[in-house]
């Protein structure tokens, strides 16, 4: 599998099984098993040999707020990683994922690969 390829299907995987529930820690309480009140940023998860984590983004869409997917495993494409070290990410809007849609995509989709559907 080319290296493209294995971020993609990490990527999918997380979303798929790990992301709406990471999201969900930031809205709940931490007496109810949500994040501590001043986190911005998730524990790592290891998905596929990839370390990844959600954290809040802060001045994205007219500064409503977002959520950024980092991997801690690879950094940017033509970064020196002996000098400097940048993961990968991908930032999306709150409004995008909840009011969009792409939430219930991402769900809906997860539950379609758990079935077996895709």
């Known amino acids: ?3 493209a390829i ?3 299907v990490v ?3 997380f979303l798929w099984n790990s992301f709406p529930a990471a999201l ?3 809205q709940k309480p931490p007496a109810e098993g949500g994040l501590r ?3 911005m940023i998730t524990p790592d998860i290891e998905i ?3 370390m990844l984590c959600i954290q809040r983004a802060l001045g994205v869409d007219q500064d409503r707020g977002g959520y950024i997917v980092r991997n801690r495993s690879r950094c940017v494409k033509d970064k020196d990683i002996e000098t400097s070290f940048t993961p990968h990410e991908v930032c999306w809007a709150s409004r995008f994922l909840y009011e969009g849609g792409l939430l219930k995509l991402i769900t809906d989709l ?3 690969y758990k079935n077996g559907q895709l």
Do not use: L
């Open 1 to 3: 599998m080319t290296e």
């Open 6 to 8: 294995t971020i993609v």
């Open 11 to 13: 990527m999918m995987i």
């Open 24 to 26: 969900a820690e930031f």
């Open 37 to 39: 009140a001043d986190a």
């Open 48 to 50: 596929g040999g990839e």
């Open 110 to 112: 997860g539950e379609k």
